[in-house]
Structure formats: structure tokens, C-alpha cells
């Protein structure tokens, strides 16, 4: 009789428990990297903000009042202010469109060797700091300015403009808000390929059709959201009107961000009104923002 000899079953090991993470625990493990950094936005920026807000409301005897909108929204020289500076942001981005835009495409269609040197022609550019860049203008085109002294030796009747006037200001902004633009738009130009043009081209269409019918639209969300951003940054440039206005002594041409300065330093007005200007400058801030991130969304669905 034989036996018949019975295999042994492996027996599987122990999975050993994992350690339950409680909420708190997996909390400070994704934030806690994070915390000095959110400690310093809070502190230099959420937190000034509300006190800004705050601040706006409140009258010279501490109680809550509306006084302070009422004044600024009426007086004369603070809507000039307002008005001032929307067109500035206005006139200076759509110069930094007109000749970023072109400048933009060009450069996306160059090759790399090529490129990269305008790529850190335009970071220098954008990079300079404000009080050199209106150095730099008034050693240009200022009235004893390189420009000008060698197209009046030439025989030319050139008169420059006033480093604090408008056009000087807007002059002085492009500087940095065409290389600046071009920057920001470069990476949406890639998004129009070639071989749409030259699909297009074979099915019959001009030049003016590819632009009209395919590449405009593409590239416009694209070249909006620049638009919005130079706006808002010229918008809330202070160190250039500053220099260029001789310390915001000038009266040619008046700013959000120069008034603010000016109220500050005036006994009179206190420090409520100028938060009340910088509140209305930073509600002229989120609301482009919140345009801009809009318009990045019908641009996003090109990726």
C-alpha cells in the first residue's frame, strides 16, 4: 500500500499593518515645506491689503465712514489721476502690442543660434531698473541728450519732448514694455504651425485669408493677455514717472501712483485718502488680472 506524500502549502508572511495618517499629520506633510513662504505673502501682502481696505473706510475720529471714496471720486485732480493713468497703461500697451507683436512672431520664427542673443537683448532690456531707465532717457533724448544734439548738428529742427509729459512718459515706458511683451508672447506664437499655412495655401487661400481666418484668431487671446499685462503693469509704475517728474513735483502730467505720493506727504489729507488710491489701484489690478487669466483659458485650448 503506498502512501501518497502530501506537498506543503507556502504559507504567505504577515503583511505588517501600516501606520494610519491622521488628517493633521498628512496636512503638515503637504504644507508644512510651504509655511515660511506662505508666512511672508501673508505678511507682505494679504495683511497690508486688509489694512488697506480697512484703512479706506475709516475716518480721522476711527469711526467707519464712506467720506473718503466720496472725496476722491469727486475731486478734480484725483479723477485727472485715474483718467491719466488708464490712458497711459492704454496708449503704452498698445504701442508694446503694435510693435511687440510683429517683433514676437519674427523672433519665434528665427532660428535658436540666432535667437537666443535677442532673447537676452530683450531680458537686459526688461531687467533695468527704473530710475536708470530714466537716466538713460534724458541722457537720449533728453534736451542736451546724445539724439538730440546730433540731429540738431545734422540740421534737423528736433525738439524732444518733456521727459515729464505724456508722450515722454509713454516714450520711456516702451523701453521696457516692448521687450516685455514680446517676452510674454513668444511662447504663444510656436502654437501657429507652418504647415497650416502652407495647408492653406493649398486649398486656394491668400496670405490675407491664413491671417484673417485662421492665424489671427489663434494668436489673439494670446496677444490680449499681454496686452492686459503691460497694461496693468504701466498702470502701477511709480520709480519712472517719479525720476522723470522730478520727484513728482511736475504738474504736466498726473498719476494714480504720483498723487498717492503727493497725499501722503500733504498734512492735510492724511493717510486715509491715499489708501483710498491704492485700494482703487489695486481694484484696477484684480480686475484686469481676472481678464487676463479669461482670456488664458481660451487661449490654453490650443495646447
Known amino acids: 500500500m503506498t502512501r501518497t506524500a502530501r506537498t506543503a502549502e507556502p504559507v504567505a508572511a504577515p503583511v ?26 501673508y505678511g507682505l501682502l494679504v495683511l497690508p491689503i486688509v489694512v488697506l481696505i480697512i484703512q479706506s473706510f475709516m475716518s480721522n475720529q476711527g469711526s467707519m465712514t464712506l467720506d473718503n471714496w ?14 491719466t493713468s488708464l490712458l497711459m497703461g492704454a496708449s503704452s500697451a498698445t504701442i508694446a502690442l503694435a510693435i511687440g507683436g510683429p517683433l514676437a512672431w519674427w523672433l519665434s520664427r528665427m532660428q535658436a543660434a540666432r535667437s537666443s542673443i535677442w532673447l ?5 532690456a526688461t531687467n533695468f531698473g527704473n530710475i536708470g531707465l530714466a537716466f538713460g532717457f534724458v541722457a ?43 517676452l510674454l508672447t513668444l511662447p504663444g506664437m510656436s502654437i501657429l504651425k507652418p504647415q497650416w499655412a502652407e495647408a492653406a495655401e493649398t486649398c486656394g487661400a491668400t496670405h490675407w485669408q491664413f491671417w484673417r481666418m485662421v492665424g489671427l484668431p489663434i494668436l489673439l487671446p494670446f496677444l490680449a493677455a499681454g496686452w492686459l499685462l503691460i497694461f496693468t503693469w504701466s498702470v502701477g509704475l511709480y520709480g519712472i ?13 498726473s498719476l494714480i501712483t504720483l498723487q498717492i505720493a503727493r497725499v501722503l506727504e500733504s498734512s492735510f489729507s492724511g493717510p486715509a485718502k491715499a489708501a483710498t488710491l491704492s485700494v482703487l489701484l489695486l481694484l484696477i489690478a484684480v480686475i484686469s488680472l481676472l481678464v487676463y487669466r479669461w482670456t488664458l483659458r481660451r487661449a490654453a485650448r490650443w495646447f
Open 16 to 41: 505588517p499593518a501600516v501606520p494610519r495618517v491622521g488628517p493633521l499629520n498628512r496636512w503638515l506633510g503637504d504644507w508644512l515645506p510651504a509655511l515660511p513662504l506662505l508666512i511672508v505673502a
Open 140 to 182: 537720449i533724448l533728453g534736451t542736451y541728450g546724445m539724439i538730440t544734439l546730433l540731429l540738431q548738428q545734422l540740421g534737423f529742427p528736433f525738439s524732444p519732448p518733456s521727459p515729464g509729459s505724456f508722450i515722454g512718459l509713454v516714450m520711456a515706458y516702451s523701453y521696457g514694455n516692448i521687450p516685455m511683451f514680446i
Open 70 to 83: 466720496a472725496e476722491v471720486l469727486s475731486s478734480s485732480r484725483d479723477r485727472q489721476a485715474i483718467g
Open 120 to 124: 537676452a537683448m530683450f531680458n537686459t
Open 241 to 253: 514717472p517719479f525720476a522723470l517728474t522730478g520727484g513728482g513735483r511736475s504738474t504736466e502730467v
